[in-house]
């Protein structure tokens, strides 16, 4: 096993080879134990049948292990430096196509058609880079991709909050946002020792299984976040409260008050009590009231 990328031994010989040295705000944190890797891409669902998608490869860990246990591999990396080094460690796989790209910024969509066959099931996953985990996954989860599965390696604490059930003390918004399309669940716990250099927070793999539709109906989905957002504004606040202060001078007290009671809602709930359902009626109450 001491030929795979994914090794303490030879991830240091390739950074010495190419005197690299890791840029923190690009969250370069690489894995160093193949087994992790075998681990999430069991996880994720990925067979021979299957086209990847990887953002961020450093310097192929995981997408190594991509070209041997998928058909084909789509990676996104924004780091100049790493694609000489990418050419390198890579050399052996034909099945990968790489892109020196900001994911935020890249037509995946587009990607997607051209690259991978038609109907092919094709999955997300990564080791993301912790300071835009939340833009990334929002990003290509709004755009509606063809894909059946995002499975990534990201900050634990930011994990639970996706994944949260109410009334808990990770639920939120992100949890409304991230179940609104998916089921959501924490699939492992990781150490930090798996990577290199360890980064300063845990971390946790989150699967997240693209729905078919939504679970709830609502009138209008940006509508219907804002309302989510607002309700969570101040967590210690009721929901009366919080929609007093979102509404301002657009609602008064009375027509809060009435939909509340339209949408059968006790206002000195808090946010974080209400299920996803309870915020559609809620959402689509106003939504009626004040369009
Ligand atoms: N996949 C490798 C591994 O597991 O060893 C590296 C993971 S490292 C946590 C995150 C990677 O994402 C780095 O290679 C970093 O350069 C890259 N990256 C950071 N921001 C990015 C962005 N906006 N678009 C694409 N790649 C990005």
């Known amino acids: 096993t001491a030929k795979w990328i994914a090794t303490p031994k030879r991830t240091r010989e390739i950074l010495d080879t190419y005197n690299f040295s890791f840029k923190k705000s690009l969250g370069q944190n690489f894995i160093i134990d193949v087994n992790i890797l075998n681990n999430i891409i069991q996880k994720a669902g990925i067979d021979k049948e299957a086209g990847a998608i990887e953002i961020g490869p450093g310097i192929g860990a995981l997408t190594e292990q991509l070209a041997v246990k998928a058909d084909k591999v789509l990676a996104y990396e924004i780091d100049q430096r790493l694609l000489p080094v990418l050419e390198d460690t890579l050399a052996a796989y034909d099945n990968i196509h790489l892109i020196h790209q900001d994911i935020l910024k890249a037509n995946v969509h587009e990607m997607v058609k051209n690259y991978f066959e038609h109907g092919q099931p094709i999955h997300v996953i990564a080791n993301l880079p912790y300071y835009i985990t939340t833009p990334i996954l929002m990003k290509l989860l709004r755009e509606n ?4 599965s995002f499975t990534v390696m990201i900050q634990k604490e930011v994990a639970d909050r996706m994944a949260a059930e ?4 990770s639920y939120g918004s992100l949890s ?9 669940e924490v699939v492992m716990h990781v150490p930090k020792t798996v990577f290199m250099p360890p980064p300063n927070v845990d971390s946790g793999v989150l699967k997240l299984t693209k729905r078919g539709k939504p679970p709830v109906q609502v009138a209008d989905e940006d509508y219907f976040f804002d309302i989510v957002q607002a309700c969570f ?3 210690r606040k009721t929901l009366r409260n919080n929609l007093v202060r979102y509404f301002k001078t657009t ?3 009375e027509m809060i008050s009435d939909a509340l009671e339209k949408a059968g809602l006790d206002g000195t709930r808090r946010g974080e009590s209400l299920t996803m359902q309870e915020f559609a009626d809620l959402a689509n109450t106003f939504y009626q009231m004040t369009k």
């Open 166 to 169: 109410p009334n808990s003390k």
């Open 176 to 184: 409304i946002a991230v179940q609104y399309y998916t089921e959501a």
């Open 251 to 253: 609602a008064d007290k």
């Open 145 to 148: 991709l063809p894909v059946m």
């Open 233 to 235: 504004a101040q967590r």
